[in-house]
């Protein structure tokens, strides 16, 4: 014990005056007395036990279970722990230099308590100054409280005795001002834990509470049904990441799907994330960035603070470096420095790591969370988007901002910090040269700030790029989205080709800036990588010239340095591109959040109470959709309904009528005049919005079942036959806007929807139009005269059968009310009026037949269909369902995706050609060093043949860099363009069968994101990859061959690495599919909301829907957060095992006798080894961003083989020109089904249509009068029989050939973003002439002429900016403009008016005169005058005969439907 006393106190250090004893009482109050430190030292090992106790002792109290969030980290903890933090780096900095001093002064261990102090109690401070402020509150408040406590006595005791020795002894040490800082520090700590610290579950404040709960009243969804292990992981597992084993063991078990899963922490949801987003939004008044950097500022400074850390933890390689050279040449400042010296480099290895990984981790978290925030925002922002801004962003950029430009934001926080960790790492570099090469350090400096200065125009111009770029992106974007949903259409018009190219030409204008884009970024990247060897060469020359001596010593601690700080520098282009791309990416999202609004408080009045009744009142109100006070769409509006009322709403097409319903849902801006509404509102649209899920969730709307209330909605929408013909009754899937469904059937889903809500105020537009007869009249009867009849009623129709049994009937015209009156009054008083009842009466024709009772259809109760619905759902649900699950590739598919990738145009060429020449600028590398560890001690060979060798071996390898840049670019150009053109082809040649099933956001967000990623992400990191893993092995081979004893450890390390990452991606690549698959979900969320946003504002379902999308965030978010936390365990390990292959190296070369090595190879094999654990890393994070970007093209390759439609064209096989000339229609036993398991949906139709005879198409809703339309333009394939259109079986000639000849106006009318010329002509093949006259026989000529452009006025999206009536005449003039012989009218004038209706009917019979002209339809007055009529019920052929002697037969279908719709005039009287 006396041996190891004297070697801690040393000889001579009791004082003189108390020789006798070193531990007297006055010796233990002195403070420079060994006994003083001794007690000092076992005092903090006292409290360092006590913390460590408490933290394994961790038990699930009220306050270890409080989330552990930063954001309730209060201020004075993060004051108390940049305070404690600072003082216990100075004091173990301190101790250090102490140290040093000491051994280079007197080379031995001699009176060590000086620097065992310093060095002991500034790491235990450390240690529990950062734990306690930071996590205390995670711990039992009583242990962390006697902590506090008992730091502050030892702390005020010592700093007493320092104060009292100081004003004795006249004179103050370091010791002593270090003792009264600790005494503040402790101060700190002691504040927190008794008033930092939230102990409380929870906030009291309730801004956390949760945002919204589900409207059905459970509990929302998220991925997976257990909370991450990260939530409730201990301090030594979050940083060893151990909280991840358990589920990467589950993924290297089975394949992982959507429910294994866990949710995320309660503070990284979006929900948390978005709540703290707008409070301080809100409170603060700040710009956005500024509300998201204050969001997050204690997380950003936190990773900061671990990027500080690794960044000096890595600067030191090189002083160790220097300190090992100088032991294998024999010059040992003390005795067993060797081993100081392995464990030290070991232990920095491990704190490098540790660091590093904590800051990706936590960075990563950050971008997690503001990504979320944002995709919400934008969500929350499009619900409320106003008129005026909504023709500024279509449905497609909103979709872009989601699927693109968040991500890139998110992305973000990555590459924060390499910005300044970089430049101080080259400060903290430029310190080390210097120390090395003196004076020529200037040299070095003079290079990188002129590297610098040279990229900033680069940059510049990157930025320039990188905005056109994304400008081109959104109209690519835009277009595809329009044709995808409109793909029916153009498929009808054989426009498929002419759209495509049209996509081609913007997908040529963004590859266009694409190339610049990658251009600057190779251009870049050969600048920052070949930066090194300008440095090398400025810093040798200035050697050279300054007379500085080369030795291995400072030969390759230079070498180490500059190979430290290459990989940073080499990925500044990457910092700076990504930079460039969030800049772009928010500035953009900014413009977007602060687009103009909605205000819709202004008009919708909220009930105070349950007696108020429900009211609309318009005093001389002004409404314009665009806000245009001189131009408004509604003039001069007086209107007042009550309670009860029901008011019919007629008049042409044009005229105002659902703009009138829009303003009543506070849709339409009021420019002058006042509207309110009093009274929750329920809205059937004119086009129905159906979302995707089942019948049952789209009626219940959100609203919990109520079993009567459901059945009786069912009952009065006649939906009860529907549901027993489908194969899950009400919960059968629907497809993405109701593809499955039939016109009718969507809108009676509609009708029911808004039944169940059971609102005060019924908005209807036009609802019965989509219908047939004898559904319209028992709808009316049922559902507005019976559910309804004690609610207020607003019904906009064209069937003036049903106005006699309202109480009043607005009759409108260009945007006024003419009249408003009972109808009997108006009829009398309003000559407008009579013509449109005349109107109908003409198109109805004259003859009536006796009056028969309409028959009675024997209907399934509810109850039954709701029993069998519930009876299928348990058996086997979803299996048959239309909208299947979507596909992801599962387990290990080895190269797959990136053969796919690389063998698109040459590019295994390229990719060679890259890979080559980095292999060559390696081995460059490594001769270079090389050259200058066998001679830079040699005598022989001069400075300057060392230098002129050194460059121009750097010279060539540089060469070969620049190829490699450009060969990467042209890699990117050839294999993006060809991947886009396949994927092009493939989706405009799928059957619509694939469209029915496929929900939009599955395509949108891979020719968005997806392709993104392929476009910008992936050529650069598959070089960078090769080049990392290469540069990595080359680290290690080096080491090997130099200390082959080495290989002992390594070979085994390389095992275990590799056992290791195949371990690991068992488990990320399925993190990484399920992140692309369940990104569908939030993208088809969002396109289905921008779609049905006037529906949603009109059932304020705003918060539902909100609630919704922050849950799908969740769910894509959740795999992300646990792909990158496996990225971290990953590396984590294999840093550790560098780590020890580096100590083991380290240790050979001081083992071994001296002389064993040459200082010269031992500085080559340090600076390689120092170098190994950052290539290491580089290495495995880009295979893992290029294993995350990888299943980008495997999603692309899902939708580049979808199976074809039949050719476009068979060349052996065309029709004559001028075919069909005759417009003979032959089915012979036509048998169609949708899909190969389905059953038949028409069942051996044989009937044959005359040329030139008008055929007209009836029956019931639902029976196959579409299908049969269908059939004609091959949009479904015949399972058995044919079609035979003047003798040419239509089955055998290409589908081009046949759409382009035969002309439709079709049910849904579709116009698209452009002009009215281009919606009339897109292929531009007629004269204006020609387009005038036309829109004159369609009745639109005046309304175009009303405006400025003429035939070049703008059609907004959808074509919102014209009626649902003119859209209809807008496809009639498509129709007259091709001219075909055979002319299909599907529903073609349901959304007109009785008038217009006559006048179409009239231009049609004129201009398709010799035609034949096949019309379904549900008004049955339009087929009165065909020559022959078809009735079809249940997919078969009832009967087929001219409509006269049809209605003299007993039991003709047509004669029901004829008297039904004559009936309900009695009816409805």
């Known amino acids: 014990m006396g041996h190891l006393w004297t070697v801690f106190c040393g000889v001579s250090n009791c004082s003189r005056i108390h020789e006798s004893s070193c531990a007297d009482l006055i010796s233990v109050t002195d403070p420079s007395s060994c006994i003083n430190h001794a007690l000092i030292v076992c005092f903090d090992l006292v409290l360092l036990v006590m913390l460590l106790f408490t933290i394994m002792s961790k038990k699930s109290s009220k306050s270890s279970q409080i989330s552990a969030s930063f954001r309730n980290i209060s201020t004075l903890q993060i004051v108390s722990a940049i305070i404690n933090g600072l003082l216990g780096l100075v004091c173990l900095s301190f101790g250090v230099w102490i140290l040093e001093e000491n051994l280079r002064k007197n080379r031995a261990f001699v009176s060590v308590h000086w620097w065992v102090l310093f060095v002991f109690h500034g790491l235990s401070w450390l240690f529990l100054g950062l734990t306690l402020s930071l996590w205390g509150q995670r711990f039992s408040r009583s242990p962390v409280r006697l902590i506090a406590i008992l730091g502050f006595l030892v702390a005020g005791i010592t700093c007493g005795l320092s104060l009292f020795t100081a004003i004795l002894e006249k004179k103050v040490s370091i010791k002593m001002v270090l003792d009264v800082l600790y005494l503040i520090g402790s101060i700190f700590l002691l504040l927190c834990t008794f008033k930092g610290f939230r102990y409380e579950d929870g906030d009291k404040n309730g801004v956390y509470d949760p945002l919204l709960d589900s409207a059905d009243g459970g509990s929302k969804t998220c991925s997976g049904s257990t909370e991450t292990g990260f939530a409730k992981a201990s301090f030594l597992s979050k940083y060893t990441f151990w909280w991840l084993n358990p589920l990467m063991k589950r993924g290297r078990e089975k394949t992982l799907e959507d429910e294994d899963i866990p949710k995320l922490r309660e503070d990284d949801r979006a929900e948390s994330c978005y709540l703290l ?9 700040q710009s956005r960035l500024k509300t998201i950097l204050l969001c997050h500022w204690k997380e950003i400074l936190v990773s900061g603070f671990y990027a500080l850390l690794k960044v000096l ?15 294998a040449e024999g010059k040992e400042s003390f005795e067993y420095e060797r081993y100081i010296l392995v464990v030290t480099l070991f232990l920095t290895k491990i704190l490098e790591s540790i660091s590093q990984r904590q800051w990706y981790f936590r960075s990563r978290l950050v971008g997690l969370k503001v990504r979320s925030v944002l995709t919400a925002a934008v969500y929350q922002k499009q619900l409320r988007l106003s008129n005026s801004a909504k023709t500024i962003y279509s449905s497609g950029e909103i979709m872009n901002f989601v699927t693109v430009d968040a991500y890139r934001i998110g992305e973000f926080p990555y590459w924060f910090h390499q910005i300044w960790t970089t430049s101080l790492q080259l400060c903290l570099a430029i310190i080390i040269l210097f120390q090395a090469v003196g004076l020529a350090t200037v040299a070095s400096m003079t290079v990188i700030i002129l590297t610098v200065l040279a990229n900033t125009p680069l940059a510049k111009l990157q930025h320039k790029f990188q905005t056109k770029l994304m400008v081109a992106q959104d109209g690519r974007l835009k277009a595809m989205s329009e044709a995808l949903v409109n793909m029916k259409v153009l498929k009808l018009y054989a426009w498929e080709t002419h759209f495509r190219h049209v996509i081609e030409n913007l997908r040529l204008a963004e590859e266009k800036w694409l190339s610049a884009v990658q251009l600057r970024k190779a251009y870049n990247t050969f600048l920052f990588w070949g930066s090194p060897l300008l440095v090398s060469a400025a810093t040798f020359g200035a050697c050279y010239i300054l007379g500085v001596p080369l030795s291995s010593s400072n030969v390759f601690t230079f070498v180490a340095t500059l190979r430290l700080v290459q990989d940073p520098v080499r990925s500044l282009p990457d910092v700076i591109g990504v930079f ?19 205000e819709t408080e202004n008009v919708r009045v909220k009930l105070l109470n349950t007696h108020t009744t429900s009211e609309i009142s318009f005093k001389s109100a002004n409404l314009s959709w665009d806000g245009n006070q001189s131009k408004p769409n509604l003039r001069n509006i007086n209107l007042s309904v009550k309670a009860g009322d029901k008011i019919a709403i007629c008049g042409e097409v044009g005229s105002g009528k659902s703009t009138l319903l829009a303003s009543v849902l506070g ?37 919990a079942l109520d079993d009567e209330r459901y059945q009786a909605a069912l009952q009065r929408c006649s939906l009860i036959k529907d549901l027993e013909l489908l194969p899950y009754g009400d919960l059968t899937e629907i497809g993405e806007r109701g593809v499955n469904l039939s016109g009718g059937q969507k809108q009676r889903i509609q009708l029911a929807r808004a039944l169940y809500q059971d609102s005060d105020i019924y908005l209807l537009d036009d609802p019965f139009s989509a219908v047939d007869a004898h559904t319209a009249s028992s709808l009316f009867n049922e559902y507005v005269m019976g559910a309804l009849s004690s609610k207020m009623v607003l019904l906009v129709t064209h069937q003036v059968d049903f106005l006699p049994t309202f109480d009043s009937v607005l009759l409108m015209s260009d945007g006024e009310i003419l009249q408003a009156a009972p109808y009997s009054q108006l009829l009398a008083s309003s000559r407008e009026f009579q013509e449109l009842v005349n109107a109908h009466k003409e198109t109805a024709g004259s003859e009536r037949l006796s009056q028969v009772a309409a028959s009675q259809n024997r209907e399934a109760s509810s ?15 979803g299996s048959d369902q239309l909208i299947k699950k979507e596909e992801r590739e599962v387990g290990d598919t080895g190269f797959k995706p990136y053969i796919l990738y690389l063998k698109q145009n040459k590019g295994f060429l390229f990719f060679s050609v890259a890979a080559l020449c980095h292999l060559t600028f390696i081995i460059g590398q490594i001769l270079q060093n090389s050259w200058m560890a066998a001679n830079v001690d040699d005598p022989n060979v001069s400075s300057l043949r060392l230098i002129v060798v050194y460059l121009v071996i750097g010279v060539v390898a540089s060469i070969f860099l620049l190829i490699r840049s450009i060969s990467t670019v042209v890699l990117n150009m050839e294999s993006s363009t060809a991947l886009f053109s396949q994927l092009l082809i493939s989706l405009f040649r799928a059957p619509m069968s694939f469209y029915d099933s496929t929900p939009l956001g599955r395509i949108i967000s891979r020719v968005s994101s997806d392709l993104s990623i392929v476009d910008l992400d992936v050529p650069f990191n598959f070089i960078f990859t090769f080049g990392a893993t ?41 993190f990484m599919r399920i992140n692309g698959t369940t990104k569908s979900f939030v993208a088809n969320h969002l396109a289905e909301s921008v779609a049905g946003v006037i529906t949603i504002r009109a059932f304020k379902q705003e918060d539902r829907f909100f609630a919704k999308n922050l849950d799908l965030i969740d769910i894509n978010g959740s795999p992300f957060f646990h792909y990158f936390s496996a990225n971290e ?9 560098s780590a020890t292959v580096l100590s083991f190296a380290g240790l050979c070369m001081v083992l071994l006798p001296t002389g064993t090595f040459t200082s010269g190879f031992i500085g080559m094999a340090l600076s390689y080894g120092l170098s190994l654990n950052m290539s290491l890393v580089f290495s495995i994070n880009n295979q893992c961003m290029l294993a995350n970007y990888i299943v980008s093209v495997e999603r692309l390759d899902q939708y580049m083989h979808i199976p074809s439609e039949a050719p476009e064209v068979i ?22 089904k949708y899909r190969s398991d389905a059953p038949l949906v028409l069942r051996g139709i044989s009937c044959t249509f005359e040329g030139g005879h008008k055929i007209g198409i009836v029956g019931r809703t639902g029976s196959g009068k579409t299908t049969l339309t269908a059939a004609l333009f091959r949009l479904v394939e015949p399972a058995e029989g044919k079609i035979v259109v003047d003798g040419i079986n239509i089955s055998t000639i290409g589908i081009h050939d046949l759409r382009s000849r035969i002309g439709i106006i079709p049910q849904d009318p579709t116009l698209f973003t452009g002009t009215v010329r281009y919606n009339l002509d897109p292929l531009g093949q007629h004269t204006e002439q020609e387009l005038w006259e036309i829109l004159g026989k369609c009745q639109l000529k005046e309304a175009v002429q009303e405006k400025v452009e003429g035939l070049d006025s703008p059609v907004v999206e959808d074509g919102l900016n014209w009626s649902m009536g003119q859209r209809q005449l807008f496809c009639l003039g498509r129709a007259l403009l091709r001219r075909s012989k055979i002319l299909v009218l599907d529903e073609a004038t349901a959304s007109i008016d009785n008038a217009t209706d006559m006048i179409l009917q009239k231009t049609i019979r004129t201009e398709f005169a010799d035609c034949t002209v096949i019309t379904v339809a549900h008004r049955i007055p339009t087929v009165m005058d065909c020559t022959m009529v078809l009735a079809i019920s249940d997919g078969e052929v009832v009967e087929f005969d001219e409509p006269m002697t049809l209605m003299k037969r007993e039991d003709s279908l047509f004669g029901q439907l004829v008297e039904e719709y004559w009936s309900r005039n009695d009816l409805v009287e």
């Open 1030 to 1070: 290469s540069n990595c092995y080359s680290n290690l081979i080096v080491l090997g061959v130099i200390t082959w004893q080495v290989l002992f450890v390594s070979i085994p390390m390389i095992f275990l690495a590799i056992r290791l990452q195949r371990y690991y991606f068992s488990s990320a690549k399925e």
């Open 667 to 703: 849709e339409v801006p009021i420019t002058e005049g006042t509207v309110q509404v009093h009274g929750t509102i329920a809205y059937v649209s004119q086009t129905a919005w159906i979302q995707t899920g089942s019948i049952r969730e789209n009626i219940l709307f959100g609203s």
């Open 277 to 285: 987003y707008t409070e301080i939004l809100n409170e603060k008044g």
């Open 580 to 598: 460039i791309q969030a800049k772009v990416a928010f500035s953009r999202i900014v413009r977007f959040l602060d687009a103009p609004e909605l």
């Open 1211 to 1232: 060349e052996e096989n065309r029709p004559p020109v001028d075919w069909p000339t005759e417009g003979k229609v032959e089915i012979q036993n036509l048998q169609i």
């Open 1129 to 1137: 365990w990953l590396i984590q390990r294999l840093e550790i095992l």
């Open 313 to 327: 933890t890595i600067s030191a390689g090189p002083l160790l470096l220097k300190a090992f050279i100088k032991v």
């Open 863 to 877: 109850k039954e269909i709701y029993k069998a619905s519930a009876e299928k759902k348990d058996q086997n649900l």
